[in-house]
């Protein structure tokens, strides 16, 4: 029973962090500008307003189906990654599943994309996908470091792991090395400055959301809202020693979160190139380094 | 008018509250008046407290802002953005340009009066206006709409007639937009 | 004995048949439809004969010709006649009308025959002599297909020949020292050798295999060859030819010589034979896979991946837990579906369209959804995303990598996939999406009889990456038969003691995830579809005179990255030895004067020189 | 019991019965010649079994064997028979259509000649017919390689002619030293005595005869004259040379070492020279334009592979090496052969002028293809199995040496089978050059079918060739010869 109410509501819950960090993170980069800002909960108001989009133009069934695997490939990852109380389907696949499946949104709007016929949106999937080389092979790394030395793959146990060391036993304590090469990697991943070219709205007008209006780009604040609460969540689990409590799991999202969006707020934009080059020149080897503790 | 205000269900007011709270921004700058839309943006007087945002291309923005004059050639240009928005729309002329021509009233090249070819939902006076005349401007678009009186862009389906042929007039023949206007209209049972 | 003598007379008929009539293709095509048809039908009904060892009656130096059942050799018969069966129901409109289809049924026989030869043999002569009629009916198969052709099939010829020659020296070298050519005496007498001789001996037979499976340093003949020729046979090819050399490496690593002995081979500290073999792996999977997001047709693109994804079986195996083994045997299996899936719907393509360059496609998912949904499945498969049967296996990989303490290597096979996540999507992208050209404007999609293979092998992808356990029951005793541990595995995924996978929960819940996803996009206003010249463009007007496509240099940024690591040493080696053996046969051939003093020297030389070392013989 | 010297006399006689009725038979010697071998072949067959059971050893003017001069046919001298007859009678059946004109008779008589020198060196008992023998075989074929009368076969054959004699001068200094040494010159006699000589004679005999017989052999770098002379000759002649000539001359050496001098020491040095004979060939025919010349440098090669096998100095090695030259026959026989009227019909000896040449002469390039397939070992023909049975007899040598002397011999296949499947993709060509050229008549063409029957069927009868083969082994090894006679 309590695991079906988990069910029913996780996305609901993460979908409502999701949009208020969203709205927290506009509000602080306005802050840092000396904005006022928009109020906290503007991205709901933009989800609203975008999914009440009298028009909404679409390019044909592959564009339409792939707004449904985007955010059902998100929902799919959500369910696999534990959170405090909620670990259920962590038994039926480990955090290799979750890297893999983190990948069928990525898919889903790529192919979606492409049939939007825009080269705006193909060179937008293009240079994310060169980016998902630079930033997914350290983020790997990392995880496979850790994995090798507490001798399971299931997120759930590494969580439990971690907690049993206390303090001391967090990824982020006992493999520092890994621990910063993935929170680079996670600054990539999250698609925030400096890492965030494949967007780019001056440049190649928003690159894959180039055709998107309307519900379409509705769905994909929604997924957004809640990826980017599912990558921290990877992030604290393999790295902050999890969660106790909902408290401690907010605490950690938040301390988290500012500290990646103040790196976005006062970082320019790195060309896809330099984004690559950067991503195999300070993480991998970090990565490599800590790796390389670990089996001497 | 007043009709329909008062035919709005309470779903469809709830719906205009929260929705003029978002409103993105296509700005379409030709003219002289878009040194005016950095400081309306940036840290004066920073339009996003209203949910106002620039966008960049047409299918995502709600506001299409005309800054300054149109000659024939960017007229065309904006014909098609617009066509290519997503309803509910609204067009916000900016400057004397878009109004009466400005102070181009006498070129041959320019386009004197913007809502013969497109709905325009409010004007801003002024050559050029300064930002608080754009935020006011704004905030009057924001009342309309949640008053359920922006709704200009409907009479492009409702008349396209008229805009049609001052189109084909100005352009001496037909552009192919690849937009289907008649059958967008029956999309929003108008007519 | 009935089944194995009629799966190989069978086959020989076949060859016969489509020689006499070589002037009608219709007869060819139906004769060999029949033909296949029962070939399948025999290799599913012989797994009652499991076990079953026989001879015919025919001395070669003094051996037998030995045929033996046993559960590997039963899962590649499947895998074999099953392709090809769906193979020649693809041929069948897709080869009409082609230059040089004369002989397309009866190369095809003739390498069947070769490859169910290999398989079923017992002893290691047998087994050389199909192997030898394999690698000639390959050289055939590549060699159709004009000029180009000729030129990759000379190449692959090269490579084949000196993997005969490398196998050959090691099947006598094993006659030699146990005094027998059957696997299972040879097994029995492997602990009475040395070790150095063990290793050498094995060496020089993952040697040849490796060069037949296009193992990294020797795989550059596999792209050029695979996709010069008839894209059916590249399909045929990439699915099951190549993968005859890793079934050589898996029977000579675990069935012949044994997991215990080949561990025994330590090099130095925790690297021993098999980590070397894993490094060899591993350079198969970054190099080539890379190297596929340079090339813009399509078929060198999958011949490239085809290349890249033996690594993953080699890693798998050298990996020597039983979850990488399973997963390295699996993704056989694997890549034969979604390879071939992936290479029909390039076929389906070049069948309208007339080309497969990727430069110059697009937007053919309107004109042809089917070949689109096909090369999706695919190329899903292909990336290892779930919940296609190629994550299935990747994930068996990369979980026996991690845990077995292999972190490089797991890195690497990481690096492989983004990589072919990269190159795929370049493949479907600027084939099926992007903008049409206006030249296809009429180009519909391939009819039922090409449509059917695809549909099958969906169903494949799709339900092996759904219910892998269908074939890790097979694969679980394949194991077992080699005495190995066998990978303890369920219906739809892995039961272990950490970090299990269930391929159901995973599909249900991304099913459900759709779902809801739907339930809110319901919930918008109706969405109206448009045409793609209703574009945003800057404001500019679209219409079929202006390309408004991307899909040249589709990853130049990454290109830039990569480029300075990219040396072309295989490449430039290879051009090497071409070059220094041209240079010494010069040499030899300048000895041949043809001036009669110079021979009047040789002779003398001769005589002085015979006398001196015959003077320090006698 | 037919006596085996018929062997040696029907072919002389007929070669001189040729020669003195030619004005009278005009064309129609060639049936004579027919005749005759058809009468060797059959005796040679029939010569089989019994020689299998026991050696004939025929005494000639009923003089003993250590004074007198005799035959001895051993498993050896029975089978190479055999295989000199066969070939010689299909050669001479494919010669009926390739050899016209007025002066045909001549073509006969020298290839009868050359057939008489062949069976007398392979089987007489005294070492000085062999060098007699030697001769006729010789002299024959330097006139035979210059028959078409053309400036190149000339040259090559004045080059054969001037090699040859350097050969067959050292060889008679090997027999005058012998007789000088022993006062004997038959073969069982001696293989008692050589034994008794001084090491320096021993050496100096070993050496003369070795380089002498070399030169006929074709073992680097004696073998000069061979790719002018095999390549400038008509073709049947080049088969004749390839396929049995060079061949005997080898098997020759192998005999005196193994039997008469009994000096297996120096076969390490032999195989050496083998694999150094083979490497050399190869390589020197991998950039070859002329075909015939392939074919020439490829009979070095294999001349290398069989005098390697031969000298591995174990009756496996023996065995392997005589099937080798059984393959060996038939596979360049058929190879000179087809490329003989390929020659003849296109005008051109470069095989890149063939390209697409499949398409107008279908058969020819069918047993063309068999023949580079037999040749190159590839199951399931002859030559694999004989090249099988090769590199067998050389790893159960054993040791490190042995072993790199078989990768060395892996690596001449490759580069063998690499400029052959060069010439094939070529004859297979599609886009194909207008050729007006037509098949071959059909009699050459059966020659040739002949020969790709032993090819392509040998497997089947391999237990009774390695029988046979085997015999020879044991002749050899066992130093048959001594024990029969003595």
């Not at chain 4, 195989?271 to 020439?296: D, M, Y």
Request: charged share 10%.
């Amino acid at each position: 029973m309590n695991t079906v109410l988990w069910i029913v509501f996780l996305p609901i819950l993460l979908f409502v962090i999701g949009t208020f960090m969203l709205g927290y993170s506009r509000k602080y980069v306005a802050r840092i500008e000396r904005r006022y800002g928009p109020p906290i909960q503007q991205v709901f108001y933009d989800i609203f307003k975008l999914m009440s989009k009298k028009t909404n133009i679409s390019h044909g069934w592959m564009h339409d189906f792939a707004i449904l695997m985007l955010l059902g490939g998100t929902l799919l990852t959500m369910y696999f990654v534990p959170v405090p109380g909620f670990h259920f389907f962590a038994q039926y696949g480990d955090m290799l599943v979750i890297m893999y499946i983190l990948l069928i949104p990525a898919l889903g709007m790529a192919l979606g994309v492409g049939e939007t016929a825009n080269p705006n949106g193909s060179i937008g999937i293009s240079r994310a996908l060169m980016m998902l080389a630079g930033y997914d092979i350290p983020f790997v790394l990392t995880f496979i470091g850790f994995a090798m030395i507490n001798h399971t793959t299931s997120m759930y146990e590494l969580i439990q792991v971690q907690q049993a060391g206390g303090f001391a036993g967090w990824g982020l304590i006992s493999q520092p090395l890994l621990g910063i090469a993935a929170l680079i990697a996670l600054q990539g991943m999250l698609g925030e400055k400096p890492f965030e070219v494949m967007v780019a709205p001056h440049e190649i007008a928003t690159g894959p959301m180039t055709e998107m209006g309307g519900k379409f780009l509705g769905i994909m604040m929604i997924q957004h809202a809640i990826s980017i609460v599912v990558e921290l969540t990877i992030y604290i689990n393999l790295f902050l020693g999890g969660a106790v409590n909902w408290f401690d799991y907010l605490l950690k999202l938040f301390i988290l979160f500012t500290a990646l969006i103040s790196v976005n707020a006062v970082f320019g934009r790195f060309r896809t190139d330099d984004a690559v080059r950067f991503m195999w020149k300070i993480p991998l080897p970090l990565a490599i380094i800590g790796i390389l503790f670990i089996i001497f | 008018m007043d009709e329909k205000i008062t035919q709005r269900s309470v779903w469809e007011k709830i719906s205009a509250k929260l929705s003029k709270r978002s409103l993105w921004m296509l700005h379409y700058c030709t003219g002289c008046g878009a040194i005016e839309l950095p400081p309306t943006m940036t840290a004066r007087f920073d339009m996003e407290r209203f949910g106002i945002n620039p966008m960049v291309t047409p299918r995502q923005a709600d506001i299409l802002l005309i800054t300054g004059y149109l000659s024939v050639k960017t007229l065309k240009r904006v014909v098609l953005t617009y066509e290519q928005m997503q309803a509910p729309k609204y067009v916000v002329g900016f400057g004397s340009c878009t109004i009466n021509g400005g102070m181009y009233w006498n070129s041959y090249s320019t386009m004197k009066s913007l809502d013969r070819y497109i709905p325009v939902e409010t004007y801003i006076a002024g050559c050029m206006p300064r930002p608080e005349a754009i935020i006011a401007s704004f905030n009057e678009l924001i009342n309309k709409i949640d008053r359920g009186e922006a709704n200009s862009w409907k009479d492009y389906y409702n008349n396209y007639n008229f805009y049609k042929e001052n189109q084909e007039h100005t352009f001496e023949g037909p552009i192919e937009t690849y937009n289907d206007i008649k059958a967008d209209a029956a999309l929003f049972n108008i007519k | 004995m009935s089944i194995v003598s009629n799966l190989l007379l069978l086959t020989l008929l076949g060859v016969l048949l489509n020689v006499i009539f070589y002037k009608s293709e219709v007869v060819q095509k139906y004769i060999s439809l029949i033909i296949f048809a029962i070939l399948t039908y025999l290799s599913i009904v012989m797994y009652p004969l499991v076990g079953s060892h026989f001879e015919i009656p025919f001395l070669i130096a003094g051996q037998h010709i030995g045929f033996t059942i046993t559960y590997l050799n039963y899962y590649f018969a499947l895998m074999i006649t099953g392709i090809t069966l769906l193979t020649v129901i693809f041929s069948l409109k897709f080869i009409k009308g082609k230059e040089g289809n004369t002989h397309y049924y009866t190369v095809l026989f003739l390498k069947t025959f070769g490859m169910l030869g290999v398989i079923l043999s017992s002893d290691l002569l047998t087994f050389f002599v199909f192997w030898e009629i394999m690698s000639w009916s390959t050289f055939a198969l590549m060699s159709t297909g004009g000029e180009p052709a000729h030129r990759s099939a000379f190449k692959y010829f090269v490579f084949a020949v000196t993997a005969s020659m490398i196998l050959m020296a090691g099947v006598i070298l094993s006659y030699s020292l146990f005094g027998s050519f059957d696997f299972a005496v040879i097994h029995g007498k492997m602990a009475s050798l040395s070790l150095p001789m063990t290793g050498f001996l094995l060496t020089i037979f993952i040697t040849s295999f490796s060069i037949e499976s296009a193992v990294f340093p020797v795989h550059s003949w596999l792209p050029d060859g695979y996709s010069n020729t008839f894209t059916t046979f590249t399909a045929y090819l990439s699915g099951i030819s190549t993968r005859i050399g890793i079934y050589g490496i898996i029977l000579f690593l675990f069935g012949v010589f044994g997991i215990q002995t080949v561990d025994k081979l330590g090099i130095i500290g925790k690297i021993n034979f098999r980590y070397v073999f894993g490094i060899f792996a591993a350079l198969t999977m970054i190099v080539p896979t890379f190297t596929a997001l340079y090339q813009h047709d399509a078929k060198k693109l999958i011949a490239w991946h085809s290349v890249g994804q033996g690594g993953y079986m080699l890693i798998g195996l050298a990996s020597g837990s039983a979850l990488g083994i399973a997963g390295g045997m699996f993704h056989v299996l694997n890549h034969m579906a979604y390879v071939v899936l992936i290479v029909f719907a390039i076929a389906s393509v070049e069948y309208r369209t007339g080309t497969t360059n990727l430069n110059k496609l697009g937007g053919l998912i309107k004109k042809m959804p089917v070949s689109y949904l096909a090369l999706l499945f695919g190329i899903i498969g292909l990336a290892g995303l779930p919940p296609m049967n190629g994550f299935v296996s990747k994930w068996f990989i990369y979980r026996a990598l991690i845990l077995g303490g292999y972190p490089f290597l797991a890195i690497a096979a990481v690096i492989g996939t983004l990589g072919t996540i990269l190159s795929v999507y370049k493949l479907i992208h600027n084939m099926f999406l992007g903008q049409l050209p206006e030249r296809y404007n009429d180009v519909k999609e391939v009819g039922f009889s090409m449509q059917l293979p695809m549909w099958i092998l969906m169903i494949v992808v799709l339900g092996l990456g759904v219910y892998p356990g269908l074939a890790m029951g097979l694969i679980a005793k394949i194991q077992v038969s080699l005495g190995l541990a066998a990978v303890p595995y369920a219906l739809h995924g892995i039961k272990a003691a950490s970090g299990q996978l269930d391929m159901l929960v995973v599909s249900a819940v991304f099913i459900g995830g759709i779902a809801v996803t739907w339930i809110i996009y319901l919930l918008g206003n109706r969405r109206k579809h448009v045409g793609q010249y209703n574009n945003y463009a800057g404001g500019n007007f679209l219409n079929k005179s202006v390309a408004y496509n991307f899909n040249y240099e589709f990853y130049a940024a990454l290109e830039h990255v990569i480029d300075p690591y990219r040396k072309k040493i295989i490449e430039r080696t290879e051009r090497g030895i071409a070059s220094v053996t041209d240079a010494v046969s010069e040499y030899i051939r300048r000895i041949y004067t043809g001036m009669i003093n110079t021979y009047g020297i040789y002779v003398v030389t001769a005589f002085v020189v015979t006398i001196i070392i015959l003077k320090e013989l006698i | 019991m037919v006596n085996p010297i018929l062997l040696i006399i029907i072919p002389l006689g007929t070669a001189f019965l040729i020669s003195t009725l030619a004005s009278a038979l005009k064309n129609t010697t060639k049936y004579l010649a027919l005749l005759a071998l058809l009468a060797n072949v059959w005796i040679s067959i029939s010569l089989l079994p019994e020689v299998l059971q026991r050696p004939i050893n025929v005494i000639i003017a009923g003089v003993k064997p250590p004074v007198g001069i005799n035959l001895f046919v051993g498993p050896l001298g029975a089978v190479f028979s055999v295989i000199i007859s066969i070939a010689g009678v299909l050669i001479l059946l494919y010669s009926f259509k390739y050899i016209e004109g007025e002066q045909q008779h001549k073509y006969y008589t020298l290839f009868l000649l050359l057939i008489t020198g062949s069976h007398g060196m392979i089987l007489t008992g005294d070492v000085f017919n062999l060098f007699v023998f030697f001769e006729i075989l010789a002299i024959s074929s330097y006139i035979l390689v210059g028959y078409a009368g053309d400036k190149n076969g000339f040259e090559a054959a004045v080059k054969y002619l001037i090699l040859g004699s350097i050969g067959s001068i050292f060889i008679l200094v090997a027999i005058a030293l012998i007789y000088e040494g022993t006062g004997t010159l038959n073969m069982a006699d001696l293989a008692g005595k050589f034994s008794t000589l001084d090491p320096a004679r021993r050496l100096m005999i070993l050496v003369f005869f070795i380089t002498g017989m070399g030169v006929e052999a074709a073992v680097f770098p004696l073998n000069s004259w061979l790719p002018d002379a095999h390549s400038s000759a008509p073709s049947s002649i080049s088969a004749v040379l390839s396929g049995f000539v060079i061949e005997i001359a080898l098997v020759v050496i192998i005999k005196f070492v193994y039997t008469i001098f009994a000096m297996t020491e120096v076969l390490g040095f032999l195989a050496v020279a083998g694999v150094i004979t083979l490497l050399v060939g190869e390589f020197a025919a991998f950039r070859q334009s002329n075909i015939k010349r392939v074919l020439a440098y490829s009979s070095i090669g294999q001349i290398g592979l069989i005098l390697f096998a031969m000298s591995l100095n174990s009756k496996a090695g023996i065995n392997a090496g005589m099937m080798q030259i059984i393959n060996h026959t038939a596979s360049k026989s058929i190879l000179f052969l087809t490329a003989g009227y390929m020659i003849v019909k296109t005008g051109s000896y470069q095989f890149s002028d063939y390209r697409g040449i499949a398409k107008k002469m279908p058969v020819s390039s069918f047993f063309f293809v068999l023949g580079v397939l037999s040749l190159l070992g590839v199951p399931p023909f002859f030559g694999f199995f004989s090249k099988l049975n090769i590199i067998i007899a050389a790893l159960h040598a054993g040791g490190a040496f042995y072993i790199t002397m078989v990768f060395l011999v892996l690596l001449g296949t490759i580069i063998e089978s690499i400029y052959f499947l060069k010439i094939l993709q070529v004859f297979y060509a599609r886009d194909t050059a207008i050729l007006d050229v037509k098949e071959a008549p059909f009699l050459p063409l059966l020659s040739i079918a002949l020969f790709s029957l032993v090819i392509l069927l040998g497997f089947l009868f391999l237990p009774q060739i390695t029988s046979y083969t085997g015999n020879i082994a044991s002749e050899l090894v066992t130093k048959l010869q001594m024990a029969q006679v003595f």
